[in-house]
């Protein structure tokens, strides 16, 4: 299974964005699939996460703000993000956890930049 990232990019503070994490094959019923953000110098914190049953969880720092959702015929996981702030800017991942084997599979990352 591999996982790509997309959708970062330079939006200003109070601005949304809306990031994809693809699957190359289906996982949701299988894997628990989650967002985690690396802001610069620091390290890598949760976001978001989606277990196999559908129960979708958000960190405190985010609440409100993200919605997160997936499309199971498409294998592919998206992070709506609303009302943007400096603090939301970091590098964005996608990993996929297998629940029987607690096999975990990273994606490559996708940048967010919060700037005016």
Request: aromatic residues 10%; glycine residues 10%.
């Amino acid at each position: 299974v591999q996982l790509q990232a997309s959708g970062g990019g330079l939006v200003q503070p109070g601005g949304s964005l809306r990031l994809s994490c693809r699957a190359s094959t289906s996982i949701f019923r299988l894997h628990d699939v989650s967002w985690y953000r690396q802001a610069p110098g620091e390290q890598r914190e949760w976001v978001a996460s989606v277990g196999f049953t559908g129960t979708i969880t958000y960190a405190d720092s985010v609440k409100g703000r993200f919605t997160l959702s997936r499309d199971l015929p498409d294998n592919t996981m998206f992070l709506q993000m609303n009302s943007l702030i400096s603090e939301d800017t970091g590098v964005y991942y996608c990993k996929a956890r297998n629940t029987f084997t607690n096999h975990e599979i990273w994606g490559q990352g996708t940048l967010v930049t919060v700037s005016s």
